[in-house]
């Protein structure tokens, strides 16, 4: 569970009946179907991708959703983030997720590492161990990285280290960094639950805002070189 101050689809209509497969942890993956699918989107992350304490309508991947339909876009999100969930726990359910064909990883995970004291040398290489996974199956991915903070009691040097893990896989990858996830949420008690960790409805609101900042031009720039998209 994130604590603290932490700082950090439905398928087209087939013409018969199409079998979902449940992946880990009750993920569904698609079926493959003869049309083109639209260009997907996968959030890979923990409590806050999934809307802990929050109706999933206002989870933050969900807000996202309703943006690209208000652009006319026709992105589907996947909202794969899971409670409790490491650095390792995304490496270990990313190959099963990628069964499903994305075309933008939206990777949010890293805070929990932080807060249990993982060596962040441990969390930068589980984390480019999912870049470079991805990028694997598909080589054309976009990656935005979900920036992460913890907490100052953990120590001086042992915050900077971990802040740092995320600017420097920006520096070694082609991707997208959002520098802090939370940004004008963390640590604001009128935008978060009552255990003052979780963002509430609103500030699950302002993270979407934040997110949409870095993920528009993504977007963008996907549908500007995908062959045949509209």
């Not at 398928?11 to 083109?36: D, F, V």
């Amino acid at each position: 569970m994130l604590c603290g101050v932490l700082m950090v689809s439905a398928c087209r209509q087939g013409h018969a009946p199409a079998k979902h497969e449940s992946g880990p942890h009750g993920n569904s993956i698609q079926p493959t179907l003869k049309e083109k699918p639209s260009p997907a989107i996968l959030f890979l992350g923990n409590s806050l991708s999934a809307g802990l304490g929050v109706q999933p309508e206002d989870a933050f991947p969900a807000r996202i959703q309703n943006k690209i339909k208000a652009e006319g876009w026709d992105f589907r999100v996947i909202n794969a983030g899971l409670s409790g969930d490491t650095s390792a726990g995304g490496l270990r359910r990313i190959s099963w997720m990628l069964r499903q064909h994305i075309d933008v990883l939206v990777l949010e995970l890293g805070g929990n590492d932080g807060l249990r004291g993982i060596s962040p040398e441990v969390t930068h290489r589980n984390l480019q161990a999912i870049i470079d996974t991805t990028h694997q199956h598909y080589p054309k991915v976009r990656v935005v990285l979900a920036g992460m903070q913890v907490p100052p009691n953990l120590g001086e040097d042992y915050t900077t280290r971990f802040r740092n893990i995320y600017s420097a896989l920006n520096r070694e990858n082609d991707l997208t960094l959002i520098p802090f996830l939370l940004e004008n949420v963390g640590g604001i008690p009128s935008l978060n639950q009552p255990d003052g960790i979780h963002p509430n409805a609103e500030g699950h609101r302002i993270v979407a805002e934040t997110v949409w900042k870095y993920l528009r031009p993504v977007l963008e720039a996907e549908r500007a070189t995908s062959d045949g998209r509209p």
